[in-house]
């Protein structure tokens, strides 16, 4: 199982990033895959997460952040929309993969099981 993360950088506030997690070794429409990010000082925290159509969005993030999937390219994407100072961490996608549990759409950390490497995203003047 891997998951490769990238797509951040130096963004302005009101500004945009989309994430990408490219995923491999599993079947990735089986399983719920999850955004997370941990900023310094600070816990892991679930950003998004998505399986089955259903996705879940942690509150600071609803209606600025979407998740979603491509199939085609076992890839799912975090479109980042008026970014904040606050959004600054390192972003990871992870998978729930092998457990599967339906209760990993909500994004708590520890029922995921692989993750990928990280990627900064800095939102700064």
């Known amino acids: 199982v891997q998951l490769q993360a990238s797509g951040g950088g130096l963004v302005h506030p009101g500004g945009s990033l989309r994430l990408s997690c490219l995923a491999s070794?599993?079947?990735?429409?089986?399983?719920?895959i999850g955004w997370f990010r941990q900023a310094p000082g600070k816990e892991r925290e679930g950003v998004s997460c998505?399986?089955?159509?259903?996705?879940t969005y942690e509150g600071s993030v609803e209606g600025r952040f979407t998740i979603s999937r491509d199939g085609s390219k076992n890839t799912v994407y975090l479109q980042m929309s008026d970014l904040k100072p606050e959004d600054t961490a390192v972003y990871y996608c992870?998978?729930?993969?092998?457990?599967?549990?339906?209760?990993?759409?909500?994004?708590?950390?520890?029922?995921?099981?692989?993750w990928g490497q990280g990627t900064q995203v800095t939102v700064s003047s």
């Open positions: 998505n399986y089955a159509g259903s996705s």
């Open positions: 070794g599993f079947p990735l429409g089986q399983y719920t």
């Open positions: 992870a998978t729930d993969f092998p457990s599967g549990s339906l209760l990993s759409i909500y994004c708590d950390p520890t029922r995921f099981h692989h």
